[in-house]
């Protein structure tokens, strides 16, 4: 038993100290590439003031030159001045920029009531 001990540490000593096979090591380069953007900011520049106007059927249109042009039975009074909505728009330049508007309701300034 003591010589099959022995002849076990014996082996251990020499697979220990035995060099040991390893991979040698390699590096290599190469390019990358990125496309870094700034993010989008939107402030608002003026607001959308269609001025004072007398209920009737038709439509009121404020241009972005600040117009306003009123069709049918609706009246524009002269008492107020419209004015056209804008917004800055910054960011990276040559991007695409997509604006929609859902559905509005235009209510009373004086009531808030969108029937009035």
Do not use: H, W, Y
Request: no cysteine; hydrophobic share 50%.
């Amino acid at each position: 038993m003591k010589r099959t001990i022995g002849a076990f540490a014996a082996l251990s000593l020499v697979a220990f100290a035995a060099p040991a096979l390893a991979q040698s090591s390699a590096s290599n380069t190469a390019n990358a590439t990125a496309l870094i953007i700034r993010p989008i900011t939107v402030s608002n520049g003026g607001t959308l003031a269609f001025g004072t106007l007398v209920r009737g059927a038709g439509t009121a249109v404020v241009s972005t030159a600040g117009v306003r042009t009123v069709t049918g039975a609706v009246v524009a009074l002269a008492s107020t001045t419209p004015s056209a909505a804008s917004f800055t728009v910054g960011g990276e330049g040559g991007q695409l920029v997509t604006v929609s508007v859902g559905a509005l309701t235009l209510a009373n300034l004086t009531s808030g009531s969108p029937s009035d």
